[in-house]
């Protein structure tokens, strides 16, 4: 089944404690971005990837790292979380980044506490 | 900078026809495209608009104008079903979204 596959569903963690949040996605897409969704602000970019070894700021990078060492897999680390990156994250991938179609994983509820 | 205004909430009755507006203000432009999320749920593909005019599927439209930066999403024979947020994104060299717009159905 084509999809794409973002682990953990929900993480509770503390300030400053480094975790990564894991999307895969097996439609061989050439294109993969995170995005944050919070109350009345929609879904806001934080990075996305054109390709492997290729990837670029979106509309909220600061606090984010993400990196694109096979074309399947684009996770999010967040080095020292904080409060305010208490979120719904998703993960999303289109077959290139010209293409209307983005598949969305199944979100991540992160609190930082 | 880029943006896209699209109304926060809409009502509509069951059985009715509701219009969803977005325009959008971007340096480039591909295309304008609409996603619907359920509570809880993720954003899943519903039309994409590259050219003026009025792309159908089933009870779903879209509509594009690029003269007037301006899109929208038209639901027909209502279901409580739709009962959902709707965003328009739109694609420069990232693909940016609305904020979404909420819709009720009532009975």
């Known amino acids: 089944e084509a999809q794409v596959t973002q682990n953990p569903r929900y993480l509770i963690t503390v300030t400053g404690k480094k975790l990564t949040v894991t999307c895969s996605q097996n439609?061989?897409?050439?294109?993969m971005s995170w995005y944050r969704q919070d109350p009345g602000l929609g879904l806001r970019q934080i990075y996305y990837?054109?390709?492997?070894?290729?990837?670029d700021k979106g509309d909220v990078p600061e606090g984010y790292k993400v990196s694109r060492k096979e074309k399947r897999n684009f996770p999010l680390i967040l080095e020292s979380p904080s409060p305010n990156q208490t979120s719904l994250y998703f993960c999303?991938?289109?077959?290139?980044?010209?293409?209307?179609?983005?598949?969305f994983g199944s979100g991540t509820q992160l609190s930082v506490l | 900078g880029q943006s896209l205004e699209q109304p926060s909430e809409v009502t509509a009755v069951e059985g009715a026809i509701v219009q969803i507006n977005c325009t959008y203000q971007?340096?480039?432009?591909?295309?304008l495209s609409w996603y619907q999320q359920h509570d809880g749920g993720a954003p899943t593909f519903l039309s994409y608009?590259?050219?003026?005019g009025l792309e159908e599927t089933g009870r779903f439209s879209s509509f594009l104008s690029r003269s007037d930066s301006y899109g929208y999403l038209l639901l027909q024979e209502l279901q409580m079903k739709d009962s959902a947020s709707y965003f328009c994104?739109?694609?420069?060299?990232?693909?940016?979204f609305g904020k979404g717009t909420r819709l009720h159905i009532l009975p």
């Open positions: 971007t340096s480039g432009f591909y295309g």
């Open positions: 608009n590259a050219l003026d």
């Open positions: 999303a991938s289109s077959f290139t980044g010209g293409s209307e179609k983005l598949f």
């Open positions: 439609m061989n897409h050439e294109y």
């Open positions: 990837s054109m390709n492997v070894e290729v990837t």
């Open positions: 994104a739109v694609r420069d060299d990232k693909i940016i």
